[in-house]
């Protein structure tokens, strides 16, 4: 979990500027959940692991557009990496995208 964690602090720093202007990327992407324009990642992160089990090893908030995208890469139980894309504001899974992982 603290990889993810570490992935997402990287993901609201590298996060564009539609969210807001004269703030760092972090406080904007912050206000935006606080806000309700945004839902938290762990929301997201629950959808994601409750439709496909396993282990979260990274999470980035992107800036598509002045759309805002949680990509979520996950490693399934059955060792499969895959790509989630969630629209941040309505939590909808917007791609999934992936390949069989071999150990």
């Known amino acids: 979990m603290r990889v993810w964690m570490a992935c997402l602090m990287a993901g609201l720093v590298a996060c564009g500027s539609a969210l807001a202007s004269d703030e760092s990327d972090h406080d904007r992407a912050r206000r935006a959940v606080e806000e309700g324009r945004m839902l938290p990642l762990r929301d997201i992160v629950a959808r994601a ?34 790509k989630l894309r969630y629209d941040a504001r309505t939590g909808a899974l917007l791609t999934t995208s992936g390949r069989n992982g071999h150990r």
């Not at 990274?58 to 002045?66: C, P, T």
């Open 49 to 82: 692991q409750a439709a496909y089990p396993g282990q979260v090893v990274e999470a980035e908030l992107e800036d598509e557009g002045q759309v805002p995208i949680y990509e979520i890469k996950i490693v399934t139980d059955a060792g499969r990496v895959l």
